[in-house]
């Protein structure tokens, strides 16, 4: 009051001096003494009471008190008690949240439910997701973007309308987020808040609503990774809130990094189950959460698959599963909710002794390594599912994983499986229709390895398998396949079978039919091997041989691999399958002399062991088989013997050892004739080709024949030397040998194999 008093003073002087210089003294002393009197005048009516005191009323005093921005009144009665009166409450929240199944009418415009509506009073900044029906709308101009906190009470009425359009028109996509974060915040206010409050029937069937809801809009922005998070910890925070007996439902789904519902159930089972493995899917859930991995796209869109391929290595790779060990960090979680207000319930609680495993790298650091050894398959499978062709993902798909885990892949499967079922033997050009396969007239190398590791998915093995033996197929040549689990190899010993099998059918079908007791000395051989694997397959593949044209494919190749005795027990066998239907045509002798070629054993040993093998001094043959007895007269032990046949082909093989005899025991040898062998050479692969070729397939087929396999590059280059396209002069050329030997002179792939032994000696 002092100081207010000195200022006036002050003022008032000045204004008396200005006045009375311009020549009006009493006016300026007058205003000068108003002015100074003011504030006395003020604080003496401001002290006095401004109620009405009559004699016999109680006396009463009513003050006003503030302090702050908070306001009181008081009440002074006469025994000097007093009250304070509360001011009017302000608005308080009017505001529900509408069901699923409920419609709001909001200014003409039918909204479904899972909304909030209502005033949210002075709590309007907390509650962003309340629609208030009074506030203004409009379809005025062009609305402006949102905020990064959209708050639908402070949107524009140009953005209102725009909100409540995409509200009336099913909520589909939107590429304004604002106003599909807008709705979210209510779904979030109800888990967290609001549905504790509700009767149980009531809160399962909005949760169950909003559940289905989140995945519907989890869909549409996938994209958005803000939205994807948010709303992945919405889901979490459904079942951690309300469904913790179901939580084991949210395994299914990709984790989001440092994801609640993985950590609530790791720090759960961890405090719960010390003792106990932990479940695979789980521990899948802790490494993508918690580990130095990353969710990438592979990942993320093929989830199901690294489920399955992680579940089998974790398993092999723990003895069975891994025990959490206990730490000394506090289980502790927040989180960060999306909307503003909810602060509060942003944290789970634990028991005080409960303790957090999740960082703990000794356990992490193993299933990261489980991790980083599947993924390789998963990146093949995904790059495979891109295609969207069934061969190419069949072939890629891991032996290990059930094709449940992909709905569409399993119908091709099923297609596959009843159509072998129902056609046991089919062509190979019509089985890859199904696999929408595109085959020339010879199927490549690449071709039937393709089938056969489609086929392996769908639980089938393919005979002939090329992982197991190098064949030679025509587009319309006959496959087999069975149900059974495929060998990555032959023994020696299985190896050895299957190339008596191959020898034995050629010789078997020379005569065009195969007789019962031809098969069944084949079979006996398959029956005396040890490995019941292997077995079955080449049960297979003898049923297989016995319907299918024979060939001579890789047969040198296995050759090679032969001890002499070993040939001469092959020799032995063709011999018995020779006799085994008590007729020996000469076309069965000239098949003979040829099989004996390939064996690397002289031809005029056909004859002598023909003898020898219906002689009553044989009694058994290699492999255990037991000899029939016989007489010396073949006609009687009823096996008829082309006896010309058989004389002209040893009157043959003496000449050739003639021939023989003179060039090799000579002692001087002369080079010969280089031009003369070049046209011997060139007389050779025309006989071969009987002239069918043109220049540059000759000259192509020439030069391929000169080594037993060729790098692709080289190839090609080859055929770009002399003008042809690879892939076609190859086919070509097969093509002809087909039709002149029978048989593939190449096996198309990288390296080219060249099957020189399919050549006219």
């Given amino acids: ?103 709001l009418v909001v200014q003409g415009k039918k909204l479904e439910g899972l909304l909030y509506t209502g005033d949210p009073g002075r709590a309007k900044y907390d509650e962003p997701s309340v629609i208030d029906p009074k506030l203004r709308i409009s379809d ?171 579940r089998a290595n974790y398993e092999a790779e723990t003895n069975g599963g891994l025990k959490i060990p206990s730490c000394k960090t506090k289980a502790k979680v927040n989180f960060m909710s999306a909307a503003r207000g909810l602060e509060n319930a942003a944290k789970l609680d634990y028991p005080e002794n409960w303790f957090d495993p999740t960082k703990l790298r000794r356990p992490l650091s193993k299933l990261e390594d489980i991790f980083k050894g599947v993924m390789p398959s998963v990146r093949e499978l995904a790059k495979a599912m891109e295609s969207k062709d069934p061969l190419t993902i069949l072939k890629a798909w891991p032996a290990n994983l059930p094709l449940s885990t992909a709905p569409k892949l399993k119908q091709v499967s099923d297609t596959i499986v009843t159509f072998l079922t129902r056609h046991t033997t089919p062509p190979f050009n019509v089985l890859a229709k199904l696999f929408r396969m595109e085959v020339g007239n010879n199927v490549t190398s690449k071709q039937l390895k393709d089938m056969a590791s489609a086929l ?14 190098s064949v030679s197929l025509k587009a319309t040549d006959l496959v087999m396949a069975y149900r059974g689990e495929r060998l990555a190899e032959l023994s020696p010993e299985g190896l050895r079978i299957a190339t008596s099998i191959q020898l034995g059918s050629i010789l078997a079908l020379a005569d065009g039919e195969i007789h019962d007791r031809e098969k069944d000395i084949l079979s006996k051989l398959i029956g005396s091997h040890s490995n019941s694997s292997e077995r079955e397959y080449l049960e297979h593949y003898l049923q297989w041989r016995l319907v299918q044209r024979p060939n001579t494919t890789g047969l040198k190749k296995h050759i090679e691999q032969l001890s002499q005795d070993q040939r ?72 008829r013997i082309d006896l010309a046949a058989l004389e002209e082909h040893k009157k043959s093989t003496a000449e050739v050892q003639t021939v023989l005899s003179a060039i090799f025991d000579e002692d001087t040898e002369e080079s010969p004739n280089p031009e003369v062998v070049e046209k011997t050479n060139r007389e050779s692969s025309e006989s071969w080709h009987e002239g069918r070729l043109d220049e540059a397939h000759h000259l192509l087929a020439e030069w391929l024949v000169s080594s037993d396999e060729w790098a692709m590059e080289k190839v090609t280059a080859k055929c770009k030397e002399l003008g042809l396209m690879a892939e076609g002069a190859l086919a070509r050329i097969n093509d002809t040998a087909f039709d002149t030997l029978g048989d593939s002179l190449v096996d198309i792939g990288d390296p080219v194999e060249v099957y020189r032994d399919v050549l006219p000696s």
Avoid at 456 to 469: M, N
Avoid at 613 to 625: D, E, T
């Fill in 568 to 639: 001469h027990e092959l020799a032995e066998m063709l011999i018995e399958v020779a006799r085994a239907d008590g007729v020996l045509p000469k076309e069965e002798i000239k098949e003979l002399e040829k099989l004996f070629g390939r064996l690397g054993l002289a031809t005029s040993s056909v004859t002598s062991m023909l003898h020898t093998s219906a002689a009553p001094s044989l009694q058994n043959i290699s492999h255990g088989f037991q000899a029939k007895p016989s007489t010396v007269h073949e006609e009687q032990r009823g096996v």
């Fill in 456 to 469: 392996q998915s769908c639980g089938f093995i393919l005979v002939p398998d090329p992982l197991l033996k």
């Fill in 1 to 103: 009051m002092k100081k207010n008093t000195a200022a006036v003073t002050k003022i008032a002087i000045i204004v008396g001096v200005v006045i009375a210089i311009a020549g009006f003294p009493v006016v300026g002393s007058i205003i000068g003494l108003l002015i100074f009197l003011t504030p006395f005048i003020r604080e003496f009516d401001t002290s006095r009471p401004k109620t009405k005191h009559r004699e016999g009323d109680d006396m009463s005093v009513e003050v006003a008190v503030s302090i702050g921005n908070q306001s009181r009144r008081i009440s002074l009665d006469s025994d000097k008690s007093y009250t304070i009166g509360r001011p009017p409450t302000p608005k308080a929240k009017a505001f529900k949240f509408i069901p699923k199944d409920e419609i």
């Fill in 140 to 310: 005025k101009g062009l609305p402006e973007a949102l905020g990064y906190w959209s708050n639908y009470s402070l949107l524009e009425p140009r953005q209102r309308y725009e909100y409540l359009s995409w509200l009336a028109n099913g909520r589909p996509y939107n590429n304004e987020m604002g106003y599909v974060f807008i709705y979210f915040y209510g779904l979030e206010r109800y888990v967290l808040l609001d549905a504790k409050r509700d009767k149980p029937d009531i809160r399962d069937k909005n949760l169950n609503d909003i559940l289905s809801e989140l995945k519907r809009l989890r869909g549409m922005y996938a994209d958005s990774r803000s939205f994807d998070n948010y709303s992945n910890q919405l889901l979490d925070l459904i079942y951690i809130n309300h469904w913790p007996e179901r939580l084991a439902e949210r395994k299914g789904e990709v984790p989001r990094h440092n994801g609640i519902g993985t950590h609530h159930a790791i720090i759960t089972h961890a405090n719960t189950h010390r003792d106990t493995p932990l479940d695979a899917d789980w521990a899948l859930q802790w490494v993508i959460a918690f580990g130095s991995v990353n969710r990438t796209k592979a990942v993320r869109d093929n989830y199901p698959i690294l489920r399955a391929l992680f």
